[in-house]
């Protein structure tokens, strides 16, 4: 099992900057990608950004001139920056591990079998 909790989550307004962390703990062994989704008002979840331990990095064309996303291996934590927030970044944002990962599946860790997490999500609100 593997737990994730996100926080950093506000109101802001727009042109703000906002830090997501997302922590993870419990039997990370075969957890190599991080990823953040976000689900706008009535819409279905969308992938915002993905991060591997190797390094590898994915953000989604909408907002990749303004999100970064970043990981501390040691703290098994990853984090997305949001710059230059639109009212349209409103939503909750989740913290997701599965296998396979957004950059295939996971290797060289074992038999891990497949696995999906979900943390409960922060709320992001731009106000315009």
């Known amino acids: 099992q593997v737990q994730l909790v996100e926080s950093g989550g506000g109101l802001v307004q727009t042109g703000d900057s906002l830090r997501l962390s997302c922590a993870m703990t419990g039997n990370t062994s075969c957890v190599t990608a991080m990823a953040w989704y976000r689900q706008l008002p009535e819409a279905e979840r969308e992938m915002v950004a993905a991060i591997h331990i190797g390094g590898s990095r994915y953000v989604t064309p909408s907002v990749k001139d303004r999100f970064v996303i970043s990981r501390d291996n040691a703290k098994n934590t990853a984090y997305l920056m949001m710059n230059s927030l639109k009212a349209e970044d409103t939503a909750v944002y989740y913290c997701?591990?599965?296998?396979?990962?957004?950059?295939?599946?996971?290797?060289?860790?074992?038999?891990?079998?497949?696995?999906?997490?979900w943390g409960r999500g922060t709320q992001v609100t731009v106000s315009s």
């Open positions: 997701n591990v599965r296998n396979p990962t957004p950059f295939g599946p996971v290797r060289n860790r074992g038999n891990c079998g497949e696995y999906d997490y």
